[in-house]
């Protein structure tokens, strides 16, 4: 028999969805008639914008005729779409980036598991607890994780960034020399978000350490507050130190179309075995040229159509309608004296489970008495343990309903 990458055996099952998942079963077979409602997945529901459908459609109709059809595209991603990027979500708060800084993909999700690809097997990777699993997995895959410990169940190389309302969810510096640091802001799963002089500091940190931070701003378009930083790149000096990830996923209803894109700015170096100094753009334009063959044309007109003018408004009243149902479970939570965090520039609101409840104690109380599913917090990680997360992606109804089912609880 072939041998398996041996990495894989250090993986932990993912335990959290398929638990969830087995809980609301067995409740739903002894409980026929209970009318279940998710806030627990990080899935979108409202349909595509109107002007990414008709750019698609046209899309399609251009692919028709042997004139205007389009095969293979250039793997970094059309002009038309890169360019659109830069003006809109770059140039326009004032930051410059190159044509050549910016990659199309499939999903964040892709690019934050493949990113760590092109750095060394020793690199020290540190990540935020909670954190969004991806982080963690793709680099026990990649050897980097060391063994899994049962007791604090954490790897023993990873170095853990504990958030939590103890440090007001702004994570410390590590303690020690690390490699790669993965942020990702506005956080999944806490909501929460860093000001600009504390992004500062992690920029200062990487520059000082000649570390670099992987930063996932998949919730960027939820940010509502003037002064919270959209982009990384806003701090001087960030383009040396940090790459970048965005995602159409949740801004656009994409999550099924599948768009995302990652800036790699060209002022970014790492080094060879033998010191030799390389530019981390030029890595990954050979790794993404090399096992990606771009997004499809219709996808990236769809993605296009959302910086027109129609498009703009469109985006915005879809955010602004899982924003209001961020302020519904906010409000509604925090009425009722729960300690709520998040969901003011993110689409997730992170509880403190009440009366010192575990995380799954509270899921089973919440999914038994009020017939809602959540996801309990310790599955992002240890200091996750007696949080909760709920999602703003539920439809209005369904998120009022909620909130009314939770206050009838109690608590
Ligand atoms: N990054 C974070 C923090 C996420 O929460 C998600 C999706 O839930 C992703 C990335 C993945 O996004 P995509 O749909 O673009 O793969």
């Given at each position: 028999m072939t041998n398996i990458n041996?990495?894989?055996?250090?993986l932990q099952g993912s335990y959290l969805f398929s638990e969830i998942a087995k809980r609301r079963t067995k409740f739903t077979q002894e409980n026929p008639d209970a009318q279940i409602i998710s806030l627990g997945i990080g899935d979108v529901t409202r349909g595509l914008p109107e002007a990414v459908i008709q750019a698609m459609h046209a899309a399609v109709d251009e692919l028709a005729s042997p004139g205007s059809f389009r095969g293979y595209g250039p793997e970094q991603g059309y002009d038309f779409l890169i360019q659109a990027i830069i003006e809109n979500d770059y140039k326009a708060r004032g930051i410059e980036i190159g044509t050549n800084e910016v990659f199309l993909s499939d999903g964040s999700k892709c690019d934050v598991g493949n990113?760590?690809?092109?750095?060394?097997?020793d690199s020290i990777v540190a990540v935020q607890d909670p954190v969004y699993p991806v982080y963690v997995d793709t680099n026990v895959m990649a050897g980097r994780s060391g063994a899994f410990n049962?007791?604090?169940?954490?790897?023993?190389k990873i170095v853990y960034l504990p958030t939590s309302a103890e440090n007001d969810f702004i994570p410390s510096l590590p303690d020690r020399k690390v490699d790669l640091i993965y942020l990702c802001y506005p956080n999944n799963p806490t909501g929460m978000t860093l000001s600009k002089a504390e992004l500062k500091r992690w920029v200062d940190y990487a520059k000082a350490n000649d570390c670099i931070i992987l930063y996932d701003s998949a919730y960027e378009a939820f940010i509502q507050e003037e002064d919270v930083p959209r982009s990384i790149y806003e701090i001087e000096g960030a383009k040396e130190v940090a790459i970048e990830f965005r995602s159409f996923s949740k801004t656009a209803g994409f999550t099924g179309v599948r768009c995302a894109y990652t800036v790699v700015p060209r002022e970014l170096k790492g080094k060879d075995a033998n010191g030799n100094i390389l530019l981390v753009n030029d890595l990954w334009n050979r790794r993404h040229t090399t096992k990606f063959n771009g997004v499809s044309y219709v996808t990236q007109r769809g993605a296009a159509a959302i910086y027109s003018p129609e498009g703009k408004k469109q985006i915005a009243s879809i955010v602004e309608y899982y924003m209001t149902n961020a302020r519904i479970i906010r409000e509604g939570l925090s009425s009722l004296g729960l300690e709520v965090f998040g969901g003011v520039n993110a689409p997730y609101i992170w509880l403190k489970t009440p009366?010192?409840?575990d995380s799954w104690a509270f899921f089973d109380k919440l999914l038994s008495e009020a017939h809602i599913v959540g996801t309990p917090g310790v599955g992002f990680g240890?200091?996750?343990?007696?949080y909760f997360r709920l999602t703003a992606f539920g439809s209005r109804e369904n998120t009022e309903i909620a909130v009314e089912r939770i206050r009838k609880l109690s608590l």
């Open positions: 041996h990495n894989y055996t250090e990113i760590q690809e092109i750095f060394s097997q049962p007791e604090t169940k954490q790897y023993e009366n010192g409840l240890q200091s996750g343990q007696g």
